[in-house]
């Protein structure tokens, strides 16, 4: 079932959005090669819980943190341990926001020190790859024209899709539908409608795109082993385009010029 949210629960949701922004910009300046992705959990925790919010990860389907940190080949869904990030590390942070009894989902992948310039470029292309998506949302839009603008771009480089794994909806529930996958896909003829709210998420590796979830029952990884990248924001459908959610209001404006969107 797709749900229609109202313009107040719309804003409430960008309450949480806006936690997960600033959540983003504070844990940036820990991102060192020897922090551990424990650490970076406990730090989130606190951080959400100091603004008035929850993290809705923790305990959905007994997910047993705050966040999901992947590192590397890793795609989404890695469980923080006591592993160390290094110099060219590169670490997808996804976080789950609830406040209010509605809920947020993004995520951003960090570069941790100095990277290889392949890696540097799968990262930008791949959070450009999402603003490209944003860029398509509007009442009335298929799906597919979210969907394909992703995979058109991404493919031009050669890079691999995530296809087991998708965007999709949110706010009352971590997941909802529709499902809004980075390729093009029979459902997603699929009209949106003014107040969906939808997650856009590619996940995008620099191998064949092909995963396989890891022995603690969580963990996505790509099954070559190649790099991964994964940036996400929680979207309003409005009727004469979109509003991102998960960003402090005053980087609109930022983004929208960095992006072209």
């Not at 107040?8 to 300046?29: D, M, N, P, Q, T």
Request: negative net charge.
């Amino acid at each position: 079932m797709v749900y229609i949210k109202t313009d107040e629960e719309i804003e409430k949701i960008r309450e949480c959005g806006v936690i997960s922004a600033r959540l983003f910009k504070y844990l940036k300046k820990y991102m060192e090669p020897g922090i551990t992705t424990k650490e970076l959990d406990r730090l989130s925790y606190e951080f959400i819980v100091k603004n008035g919010a929850t993290p809705s990860f923790k305990g959905y389907d007994d997910f047993p943190c705050s966040i999901c940190a992947s590192i590397n080949e890793e795609v989404i869904h890695g469980i923080p341990s006591n592993r160390r990030l290094k110099e060219g590390d590169i670490i997808g942070i996804d976080v789950g926001i609830k406040k209010n009894n509605l809920i947020s989902d993004s995520a951003y992948t960090f570069p941790i020190g100095k990277i290889s310039e392949g890696t540097a470029n799968l990262l930008t292309r791949t959070e450009k790859a999402l603003y490209i998506g944003i860029s398509n949302v509007k009442d009335g839009n298929e799906i597919n024209e979210i969907c394909g603008s992703i995979e058109d771009y991404v493919l031009s480089f050669g890079y691999g899709i995530i296809r087991d794994y998708c965007g999709h909806g949110v706010g009352y529930y971590n997941h909802e539908s529709p499902e809004i996958p980075n390729y093009r896909y029979k459902q997603g003829k699929a009209k949106l409608k003014k107040g969906m709210v939808i997650a856009i998420e590619p996940m995008i590796t620099l191998g064949s795109g092909k995963q396989h979830v890891l022995d603690d029952g969580w963990t996505v990884a790509t099954v070559d082993k190649k790099y991964s990248a994964h940036f996400e924001h929680t979207i309003a459908v409005t009727s004469d385009g979109y509003s991102i959610l998960t960003i402090e209001p005053e980087d609109i404006d930022y983004i929208k010029q960095k992006f072209g969107i």
